[in-house]
């Protein structure tokens, strides 16, 4: 409801949730091309993912190999991958948050 009692103007409504999906569209492209790293012990391992969470690399450092122990390369391994998407999830939160804050700015819609 608008203050005052009046109708929400779909006009303008209608406009605001075109640019709210183009700026959508826009933050997850450049999210998509953006790459984050992420790394565990000490640097010994380090992923490279998309700000979208995709995958692209994965460096390790020859001294993490022993191959007598694949369960430590292993789990540094997994440390690196979830660090990467730790400040993949950080750099979505920074780009579409405030576009989601935008939902409830616009009068008429019950966010």
Request: charged residues 15%.
């Amino acid at each position: 409801m608008i203050p005052g009692g009046g109708q929400p103007n779909m006009q303008q409504l209608l406009q605001q949730a075109q640019k709210m999906q183009q700026d959508l569209a826009q933050a997850q492209e450049e999210l998509a091309q953006t790459e984050v790293e992420g790394q565990s012990g000490g640097g010994l391992v380090r992923a490279t993912v998309t700000g979208s969470g995709e995958l692209r690399g994965l460096v390790i450092d020859p001294k993490a190999v022993d191959p007598d122990d694949t369960e430590t390369l292993a789990d540094l391994v997994v440390a690196a991958v979830q660090a990467a998407n730790e400040n993949a999830q950080q750099l979505q939160q920074e780009k579409l948050g405030p576009l989601a804050q935008g939902l409830g700015g616009m009068p008429g819609l019950p966010f």
